[in-house]
């Protein structure tokens, strides 16, 4: 999947997402990992139906979606549900939580009861009084687990979890990640979880794809990239999470620290995408030739030193 964007005034082409090719199966947990402008968020809201993507498809248990009028995406029987970076935001001001949580089920022609409302709002730990408040009356914590509570309403396929808890206080990220993975757990739904917090994703998924510069330039299981990155810009990635184990300094691994910039999307360098900034970088052909994901004993990696 591909996605472009031109820049107002200039006319250029700013290529977002670069042939993405991923798969979030049935009950799963599937990460998205990169840095700010490394095209997650666009592809989230290429699988919730809020962008189109330029050139692939898109599929929810076989059905093409992508490009489908918004009516029809509707009434599929295993709708896409989205969770919104900030919370606040993502909730309609002038309607009270019971209102906001029932929007999924009202947009499939079903009104629900106000005890099924409650009932949402109970599952995802909040008070039926919280029920008749409004956006502005409630803390960012209380804001993202309505948008929970929303999100599951509809018992979606899929739930797209765009940087969830980033815009979040320390002490309520770690409440709200545990509500996930036990929404999660429980219900069997799917998740695609978009983050720029390695640590964060190890926790929550089975499986991890780092993104860099609109490609995917490494794929594994969750313990496998983050325990043994294969590439470099994941190593560097890896190294940034904080160590809380017991490991003298002396053996932990050291902090690996990027130079400079990513490039801008809209003038990507020759050859490997990365060469800019790689400590691994290995000459020429890093310069001149852009490799492929190809497998590797732990997942798939776009890099020269693992051809």
Request: charge should be neutral; proline fraction near 8%.
């Amino acid at each position: 999947m591909s996605r472009s964007f031109r820049v107002r005034g200039t006319g250029q082409e700013v290529r977002a997402l670069r042939g993405v090719d991923l798969t979030v199966p049935a009950g799963s947990a599937v990460g998205l990992v990169g840095e700010s402008g490394s095209g997650k968020s666009t592809f989230a809201r290429i699988v919730a139906g809020l962008l189109q993507p330029s050139s692939g498809e898109l599929e929810l248990m076989g059905t093409g979606v992508a490009g489908l009028p918004e009516r029809r995406r509707r009434r599929l029987a295993v709708p896409i549900q989205m969770i919104f970076q900030n919370p606040r935001a993502s909730l309609n001001p002038r309607l009270p939580v019971h209102r906001c949580v029932a929007e999924p089920l009202l947009a499939q022609g079903r009104r629900p009861g106000r005890q099924e409302v409650l009932g949402l709002l109970d599952r995802v730990g909040l008070p039926a009084r919280v029920a008749d408040l409004h956006a502005h009356e409630l803390s960012g914590g209380q804001c993202q687990r309505v948008a929970i509570a929303r999100a599951v309403a509809a018992r979606p396929a899929l739930i797209v979890a765009d940087e969830p808890v980033s815009a979040l206080d320390v002490s309520v990220q770690a409440q709200v990640l545990n509500l996930l993975k036990d929404i999660q757990e429980e219900s069997g739904t799917s998740f695609l979880f978009i983050s720029h917090d390695l640590g964060v994703v190890r926790f929550f998924c089975d499986e991890v794809n780092v993104l860099y510069l609109g490609q995917i330039v490494e794929r594994g299981d969750a313990e496998s990239v983050f325990a043994d990155p294969r590439h470099p810009y994941t190593e560097a990635l890896a190294s940034a999470v904080p160590d809380v184990s017991d490991v003298s300094g002396a053996d932990r691994p050291r902090r690996i620290v990027l130079n400079g910039e990513p490039p801008r999307p809209e003038q990507p360098p020759p050859g490997c995408a990365f060469h800019t900034r790689c400590h691994r970088r290995i000459g020429p052909i890093c310069d001149e030739t852009a490799p492929e994901l190809l497998p590797i004993a732990t997942g798939l990696a776009r890099c020269h030193l693992r051809a």
